[in-house]
């Protein structure tokens, strides 16, 4: 049928890990935007999710690291992390292999992407998912674009992969929704977590609202991890959304730099209609 | 193989219960199947998260290893620092600390 919904949003393993250090007038209103969220991806009634994560080494490592894998699996699991640490109690996700084969299909025509029939979730789906369909009622089919080791994909790439994919969804008879999560500035798993780069997250915001395709595929990885640190990289993830949405401007729910979460936590939906 | 083999191996241990088991039941034997330098040996014998924080290994690695090994988050901060402190600046990649403030 079409792509129905397209968003973005943080993933942080603190948002729910670390949820109680949180200061709670800072933490409700984000909570609230990703059930908001969560609430319009149900009411666009999707056979199916996709969410293009950015994982950090659940299934690929760099003994054969794809720049871009879809999950073509029955069902997948999750957290890989110690549930506990994590906030998240185990849970099974039901896939759509058939779905994932056609889109990957159709894909290929226009860009490279690796598939999976294993795949194991780590807070960068299990964190979104967990406010966004708690009843786990949605097939999920899980996207990685590879933001940790090195080379990455560049942004231009990330951005045309968007564009194959909502071409290959608008193919489909299914009703597909889609959410990109990550970045924006973090230096997570370092001595400086918490630190978040207001300025430089509000400025891509700003470009990512505008869908500003030049300035979004403009940034260098040099840049970003200067700026806005190793979990800048996962801006990827985001920029796939805009290529899915290219056309479309943005609306911003949420952005509240969280610290004890590591990020300044991102709530953000492509209207899908064309200017 | 330095560096890349102790990711590795913090790889299939943060994915795989049987790594984990066999982590619990035969540490010895699950380092040998590693090509890991005296040094790395040392700091996963250790538990050591400052030293292999400052080897280099990737911070995301790291991080679910030290919750695999049940340090709280501000004791896991606090362990590299301490590395920074005791070994010097991270050595490779790109976990590298700017100005050492965070959230705790």
Not at chain 1, 46 to 72: I, K, Q, R, T
Not at chain 1, 234 to 260: D, H, K, N, Q, S
Not at chain 2, 67 to 94: E, T
């Amino acid at each position: 049928m079409a792509l129905v919904y397209a968003g973005v949003c943080s993933h942080a393993p603190g948002i729910t890990g670390r949820a109680e250090r949180a200061d709670p007038q800072l933490r409700e209103p984000f909570y609230a935007a990703m059930h908001r969220m969560g609430a319009e991806i149900r009411a666009a009634r999707p056979d199916a999710l996709v969410v293009v994560a950015a994982e950090h080494f659940a299934n690929f490592f760099m003994d054969n690291m794809p720049a871009y894998c879809m999950g073509m699996a029955d069902h997948y699991e999750g957290p890989i992390e110690d549930p506990d640490w994590l906030g998240i109690a185990p849970r099974r996700f039901a896939g759509a292999p058939a779905l994932s084969r056609r889109l990957i299909e159709a894909m290929m025509a226009d860009v490279d992407l690796a598939y999976a029939e294993e795949w194991q979730f780590d807070h960068g789906i299990m964190v979104p998912l967990h406010f966004l369909l708690p009843e786990g009622d949605v097939p999920i089919i899980p996207v990685n674009i590879n933001c940790q080791g090195p080379p990455l994909t560049p942004p231009a790439r990330a951005y045309a992969f968007g564009r194959a994919l909502r071409k290959a969804c608008d193919a489909a008879p299914e009703r597909i929704a889609l959410i990109g999560t990550g970045g924006i500035s973090h230096w997570p798993a370092t001595p400086d977590s918490g630190k978040i780069n207001e300025a430089w997250d509000r400025e891509f915001l700003d470009r990512w609202l505008a869908n500003d395709r030049v300035a979004l595929t403009g940034y260098t990885d040099e840049e970003t991890w200067r700026e806005a640190g190793q979990g800048g990289f996962e801006i990827r993830t985001f920029i796939a959304v805009a290529g899915a949405a290219e056309g479309c401007v943005g609306e911003l729910y949420c952005y509240e730099p969280i610290p004890i979460f590591a990020v300044g936590c991102t709530v953000a939906r492509m209207s899908l209609v064309s200017m | 193989m330095s560096l890349y083999a102790v990711q590795k191996l913090l790889y299939n241990l943060n994915r795989d219960a049987r790594v984990r088991q066999r982590h619990d039941d035969d540490f010895e034997g699950l380092l040998a199947d590693y090509d890991l330098t005296d040094e790395e040996r040392e700091a996963l014998v250790e538990g050591n998260i400052g030293l292999l924080y400052v080897m280099g290994v990737n911070g995301q690695l790291l991080m679910h290893y030290a919750a695999l090994r049940q340090y709280a988050w501000d004791d896991y901060i606090a362990a590299m620092r301490a590395g920074l402190s005791r070994y010097g600046p991270v050595r490779h990649g790109l976990y590298t600390t700017t100005d050492g403030q965070g959230a705790v």
